[in-house]
């Protein structure tokens, strides 16, 4: 009876990228894979296994509490034409979190992110309450997108990005 029951993969959290410098939006005529990689090299632009998971969770590590970062993030399937999903702005809270490439030991988890501008198939889920200084998620439904692009507009300090799915 056990072959047939249902059963959810479990992923752990993967460091999808990090990032440095702030960026000007991409305008419309810059969003197709190609020009938008090599405008925005700093930018966090990752692939997904495809049909691995139906829906990603995001979490945002800074630097120092208080540290802000803005993204606009876009998707894309396959390396096609990026289409704006969002605005996330971030806010470090005080929650220890792994370090980031400028840190020696650790960084903080946003505690606080704002979902904005927001242009997708699905409401995009914000799970925690503003300014707890807990760990803050953003959770997406995918709907068969597999390319995503964090493009920092505003950086303080550096971000790092971590994804899970499931």
Not at 104 to 119: K, L, Y
């Amino acid at each position: 009876m056990s072959e047939y029951l249902l059963r959810t993969d479990n992923f752990g959290w993967e460091t999808v990228g990090e990032t440095t410098t702030a960026y000007t939006t991409p305008g419309v005529t810059e969003r197709d894979y190609t020009n938008l990689v090599a405008n925005h090299t700093d930018a966090i632009v990752f692939t997904l296994e495809p049909f691995r998971w139906n829906t990603m969770g995001l979490r945002i590590v800074v630097d120092d509490d208080g540290d802000d970062t803005v993204f606009d993030v876009f998707a894309s399937k396959g390396q096609d034409y990026f289409q704006k999903v969002c605005t996330l702005t971030c806010k470090g809270g005080t929650q220890t979190g792994p370090a980031t490439s400028t840190e020696t030991t650790s960084g903080v988890f946003c505690d606080t992110i704002t979902v904005s501008a927001e242009q997708w198939i699905t409401s995009l889920v914000f799970v925690q309450e503003a300014s707890t200084n807990e760990l803050g998620t953003v959770w997406i439904d995918l709907k068969g997108y597999d390319t995503w692009a964090l493009i920092g507009t505003t950086v303080d300090d550096t971000t790092l990005v971590q994804a899970t799915g499931y």
